[in-house]
């Protein structure tokens, strides 16, 4: 197993830029998520790292040797593009074992190694089957096993559930985590679902028109996001987004809103904008009698020990997920509490967390 160090790497293709200047570190052994949307650059990034797409610019490095520019061939790289990629004419066995074929691995040596990989993956009763009446999670299975079984010292995974329904996206999710735990390869996944990124990643990647914007933790990326981007794109429901009247002063404790006032955290006390955003997730905001801001609820949805509740207000609709015993139906003209402390502001110009520009916080964690 080895890192993977991306320095300054870019892609274009003619005028468009694909890949704008990442950089970012990618440690041993670490399960590192690529996230964003549709044409953000997560595939192209994969692509020079795998050797299928040659840089326009910067250096690839993997287990500290320099790769930018070696064929993909004599990479020790193990490239998972859907899952369900298969020789469908061969047997378990010959699908998990092809690439140690095609190295020139003795039979003998192929056969070991094939069974210790599906003993892994509990699919070693069905060795000699034929691929085709699988189930999907067999042919998953499967196909997984032929990255495995190649010991390479690193594993790309492009969208590997796309094609999945959701239930067994669940479940593969599960699996994929879980044997990332046991064989601690380090594996760099793509996807544009962040709910999936959100559970198996040790970091992630947020990408957006070809540039990285944040890399962090699950939990560090949810509560502090850098950009208003990511904050929107990552939660669900999204995060809410106020716009402040008149920006921010220095000095200030609460800011002024449409139709109220909404304290913020000390740590942006010391700040002026003449724009600012705050952000508030939807479990920061409660309902109350009297509230720091008050709207009308257009809709209550039932999400079992909690409740999702839709307010109108000045500020625009706002999303608040509550407890459900608090009694609440659409037409309840409501008051909302702000949870403080757990507020972003974001500037209004530049649209980045203002706590990141300010206190010396990097984008690229
Ligand atoms: N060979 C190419 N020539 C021109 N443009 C390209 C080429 N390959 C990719 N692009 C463009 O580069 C951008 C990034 O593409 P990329 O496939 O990396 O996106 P992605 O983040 O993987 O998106 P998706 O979630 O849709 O797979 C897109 O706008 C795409 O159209
Ligand atoms: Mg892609």
């Not at 520019?69 to 699908?95: K, T």
């Not at 006032?261 to 508030?280: F, H, K, L, N, R």
């Not at 949870?339 to 990141?356: M, P, Y």
Request: with cysteine; net charge negative.
């Amino acid at each position: 197993m080895a890192t993977i160090e991306i320095q300054n790497l870019c892609k274009t293709y003619g005028d468009f830029v694909a890949v704008r200047e990442s950089s970012f570190t990618i440690q041993d052994g670490e399960f590192f998520v690529m996230l964003g949307p549709s044409g953000c650059g997560k595939t192209t990034t994969l692509r020079m790292i795998a050797g299928l797409e040659v840089p326009t610019a910067g250096h690839i490095h993997l287990g500290g040797e320099e790769i930018t520019y070696s064929p993909g061939s004599q990479r020790n790289i193990a490239f998972v593009f859907q899952l369900f990629a298969l020789y469908p004419h061969m047997s378990v066995q010959d699908n998990i074992g092809f690439p140690l074929k095609v190295q020139g691995v003795s039979r003998k040596e192929r056969k070991n190694k094939v069974e210790e990989v599906a003993r892994m993956l509990q699919i070693d009763h069905i060795l000699k089957q034929g691929v085709g009446g699988l189930s999907s999670g067999d042919r998953q299975r499967v196909a997984l096993g032929r990255a495995l079984v190649r010991d390479a010292q690193a594993f790309l995974m492009d969208e590997p559930l796309g094609a999945l329904d959701a239930e067994f996206r669940d479940l593969m999710c599960e699996e994929l985590r879980l044997l990332h735990n046991r064989v601690g390869a380090t594996t760099v996944y793509v996807t544009h679902d962040q709910v999936e990124a959100m559970s198996m990643a040790d970091r992630i990647c947020v990408m957006e028109k070809g540039e990285v914007l944040q890399i962090a933790t699950p939990d560090e990326i949810y509560a502090r996001p850098t950009s208003k981007f990511v904050g929107g794109f990552i939660g669900s429901p999204s995060m809410n987004f106020l716009p402040a009247q008149g920006g921010i002063d220095s000095g200030a404790k609460s800011l002024a809103v449409k139709g109220g006032e909404v304290a913020i955290p000390e740590m942006y006390q010391a700040i002026t904008s003449d724009s600012a955003w705050i952000g508030a997730r939807p479990e920061h905001i409660t309902l109350s009698d009297q509230g720091a801001l008050r709207g009308e609820t257009v809709s209550v949805e039932y999400m079992g020990s909690r409740q999702l509740v839709v307010v109108d207000t000045e500020c625009g609709r706002l999303r608040v997920r509550s407890d459900n015993h608090i009694p609440v139906k659409t037409g309840d003209n409501v008051g909302l509490d702000f949870d403080a402390d757990a507020l972003v502001v974001f500037d209004g110009h530049t649209e980045k967390a203002i706590d990141s520009a300010l206190f010396g916080g990097t984008a690229h964690g």
